[in-house]
């Protein structure tokens, strides 16, 4: 996940920490690049088919902005449970204290150990032997748990890619180790991991349509029933796919922008 | 505190100036039988120097000498294995973490990387330590920063982030930062060593001035000649040993260790 590269035009190294190029480099920045391609793509795909085949396409269209919402708020909730998560077991991760360190490590060993998949069957089937939760409820318990050990790997490296001087001069100027972390190393992380974390935050997203096993009505599950209904696969799965594509796209270019934003104190003059 | 024999020590590595010389009861900095090792190579190797108030000290020697580690020892920026590290009475080398806090608070450290904080404002930078641990007013924070800017002749660049800068001006910003905590004493790790040489005298110059105030110097440098015309004392490593200490004089004019020799020929 972590990968280390020499930058050829920085002295530094720089901790690329990323699982693949789903958010828009500064570079595609174009009226051509692949990910508006594939947006203007989905998007045309999608108003065609309705308009083309209106009677089975618009009918799938309509059964399933209940979907999209609960997509949405699934995800939402996860994403402010997970980056807490993600940011204390990195700290942990990184901690001098063996047992902080410790309990931390395993976390991420047996969280990433375990498919989505299964743990969320564990906290709601297996576990409800002793406690009753929502489906709500163990759906976001389940992927907050699950990104918070992918996404405390992503700080942790964030944290390990600040220069070393940057705690050495907070030190010498007396700052102690805890405010050195918050005063300084903390703020500095955002922009080099906020690329990872969209990136997990887009990943959670699409990760959300395994709650459709707990027959939470998200987008996946609206498709589901939809399509039992009525048979049609084809149809139905077309449109969930366009669907949760323009989502992520959207979702990614966010996440893009936003970096721009943070990268503020970086520009030359 | 060191007791007496320790001292003697100190002075013992040739510095027969210092003899006659009126000097105050109390070093503000001691080192005494200071050995350190990064495995098994020795870095430190029972060094001895004893720094009083007001002296600037520069020290020089090949790169892997040891000049650097030393300084570092002296804000335990390196552990040391063996001895001790007295700054202003307090052994820094056995205190706890609040008590060498404060110590730090009182010891300048100016990198030869800057080492300024890139989300922060040249103000912020110099602003945030004394504001967070001295406990100072916004304003008092930001008026004493701005005279200090002014003092090392940026004061128009307070707004802008150090990524603005060219590396003259962010180490002269650096200096500042340390300063505005006012320590005693200001270390330098080859402060000009990171930068173009049209640079290296605006940051030199600022050294001078602060020379001049009376501050307490621990320099490592590769810039000769301001260790002739600043230094009290200059310092000869090699191999993490002291093998001379004396004044700049005696030590370019009349070198006495063959290594030194050697070292000055190479360099000069």
Request: aromatic share 0%.
């Given at each position: 996940m972590a990968e280390e590269i020499k930058d050829p035009e920085s002295k530094g190294n720089i901790v690329l920490v990323t699982e693949g190029p789903s958010i828009p480099s500064p570079e595609g920045r174009r009226i051509v690049s692949a990910w508006s391609i594939a947006l203007f793509g989905a998007i045309a795909t999608l108003f065609t088919l309705c308009a083309v085949w209106p009677e089975p396409y618009l009918d799938v269209v309509a059964f399933l902005p209940d979907g999209i919402l609960t997509t949405f708020e699934v995800t939402a909730l996860s994403i402010c449970c997970a980056v807490p998560m993600g940011l204390i077991t990195g700290l942990g991760r990184i901690s001098r204290n063996t047992f902080i360190n410790l309990t931390a490590s395993t976390y991420v060993e047996i969280i990433r150990g375990i498919p989505l998949l299964v743990q969320i069957f564990y906290i709601y089937y297996a576990l409800s032997k002793f406690l009753q939760v929502s489906s709500l409820t163990s759906a976001v318990v389940a992927i907050s748990f699950c990104y918070g050990a992918y996404m405390g790997e992503v700080f942790r490296a964030g944290i390990h890619a600040i220069p070393k001087g940057q705690t050495e001069a907070a030190r010498s100027l007396g700052f102690n180790r805890f405010q050195t972390m918050f005063y300084v190393i903390l703020p500095q992380p955002w922009r080099t991991i906020l690329p990872p974390v969209g990136n997990e935050c887009i990943a959670m997203l699409k990760d959300?349509?395994?709650?459709?096993?707990?027959?939470?009505?998200d987008l996946m599950q609206r498709g589901r029933s939809f399509a039992a209904k009525t048979y049609l696969y084809f149809e139905t799965y077309t449109i969930i796919a366009l669907i949760y594509l323009i989502i992520t796209l959207v979702l990614s270019k966010g996440v893009s922008i936003m970096e721009s934003k943070l990268n503020y104190y970086d520009r030359k003059k | 505190m060191p007791d007496e024999s320790q001292l003697e020590h100190g002075q013992d590595?040739?510095?027969?100036?210092?003899?006659?010389a009126p000097r105050s009861?109390?070093?503000?900095i001691v080192m005494s039988h200071v050995w350190k090792y990064f495995g098994p190579l020795v870095a430190l190797q029972d060094v001895n120097v004893a720094v009083q108030a007001k002296e600037r000290i520069v020290i020089i020697g090949p790169s892997g000498s040891g000049k650097s580690t030393m300084l570092r020892a002296i804000n335990r920026l390196e552990t040391v294995d063996r001895g001790s590290i007295f700054i202003n009475g307090t052994d820094i080398t056995k205190c706890r973490d609040s008590e060498l806090n404060h110590v730090r608070q009182n010891l300048g450290m100016v990198f030869q990387s800057f080492n300024l904080f890139p989300h922060k404002t040249v103000l912020h930078n110099l602003t945030m330590a004394p504001i967070k641990?001295?406990?100072?007013?916004k304003s008092d924070a930001e008026d004493r920063a701005l005279a200090l800017l002014k003092k090392v002749g940026i004061s128009d660049k307070a707004n802008v982030y150090p990524s603005m800068l060219s590396g003259g001006q962010q180490q002269r910003v650096a200096i500042a930062r340390a300063l505005a905590m006012q320590p005693s004493i200001m270390l330098f790790d080859e402060p000009t060593s990171a930068l173009d040489p049209e640079m290296v005298g605006e940051v030199l110059d600022v050294m001078v001035n602060l020379a001049e105030d009376g501050m307490t110097m621990c320099c490592v440098t590769h810039e000769m000649g301001f260790a002739r015309t600043v230094a009290d004392r200059v310092i000869f490593m090699d191999h993490g040993q002291i093998l001379e200490m004396d004044t700049p004089d005696r030590i370019f004019n009349s070198p006495r260790h063959p290594r030194l020799r050697q070292f000055l020929d190479q360099i000069l």
């Open positions: 959300t349509s395994l709650v459709s096993v707990m027959a939470m009505p | 590595c040739g510095n027969q100036q210092g003899k006659d009861p109390e070093p503000v641990l001295l406990h100072m007013k």
